[in-house]
């Protein structure tokens, strides 16, 4: 299964966005401007809802087809890609993944989703799932960094790496029984240091756009 890679679930949705041409702005500008101002600390949705590794929002336009001889051909409708790396094993790990979103970041998804063709809103669980497994395509080119950890056990190794790296340039030329005993305290206060919540901290994004009604 192409989806999955150890514990972790490459998800790919591709959801067709609504073509009203009397929105204004357009449908695909209203995403892109809520996506502008998504939260990308402890706020975001993605670190609210537990068990995502990584998770990329994107508007697709159009595609060009560049293969020989070219032709020209275009899709019938904009698409919203989400693509995401989960803890998830199977499609019963995937629905408890959707269900957590759903469930605690339900103003986030709506207000993004509902720009989109068919999405039936967070607030009935069972057509919600039903519509995001159907936009599901397969992953058919999947490679997870960390595809046997966890998201609190990948993120207590990039803490652990962090705390060493900086240990390593604060204790440089120190004497060996001392620095013998910095290590020991600092390995004792590291093993019982908490989680680090997930979370990135970034700019705020530019709209990238070519959409309508700008």
């Not at 401007?33 to 600390?41: E, N, R």
């Not at 199977?90 to 993944?97: C, E, H, I, K």
């Not at 901290?201 to 959409?211: F, L, N, S, V």
């Amino acid at each position: 299964m192409s989806n999955q890679n150890g514990r972790v679930y490459g998800l790919t949705l591709l959801c067709p966005i609504l073509n009203d041409v009397h929105a204004s702005p357009s449908h695909d500008l209203q995403i892109r401007a809520y996506l502008a101002a998504l939260p990308t600390g402890a706020e975001s949705p993605f670190a609210i809802a537990s068990g995502t590794h990584l998770a990329r929002l994107v508007v697709m336009d159009d595609v060009i087809y560049v293969g020989a001889p070219a032709h020209e051909e275009h899709l019938h409708s904009k698409y919203l890609i989400f693509e995401a790396n989960i803890d998830a094993i199977g499609d019963a790990g995937l629905d408890s993944y959707l269900t957590g979103l759903a469930n605690l970041a339900s103003q986030h998804l709506d207000a993004i989703w509902k720009h989109c063709t068919g999405y039936p809103g967070t607030s009935n669980l069972p057509d919600f799932l039903s519509y995001m497994k159907a936009c599901r395509i397969e992953t058919t080119f999947f490679f997870a960094a960390t595809n046997d950890k966890s998201v609190p056990e990948t993120l207590t190794a990039l803490q652990t790496q962090r705390a060493m790296a900086d240990f390593i340039v604060k204790h440089q030329g120190m004497a060996a029984a001392e620095l013998q005993r910095r290590f020991i305290d600092f390995a004792s206060k590291l093993s019982t240091a908490p989680v680090p919540p997930p979370a990135m901290a970034t700019h705020r994004r530019d709209i990238q756009t070519g959409g309508r009604n700008e």
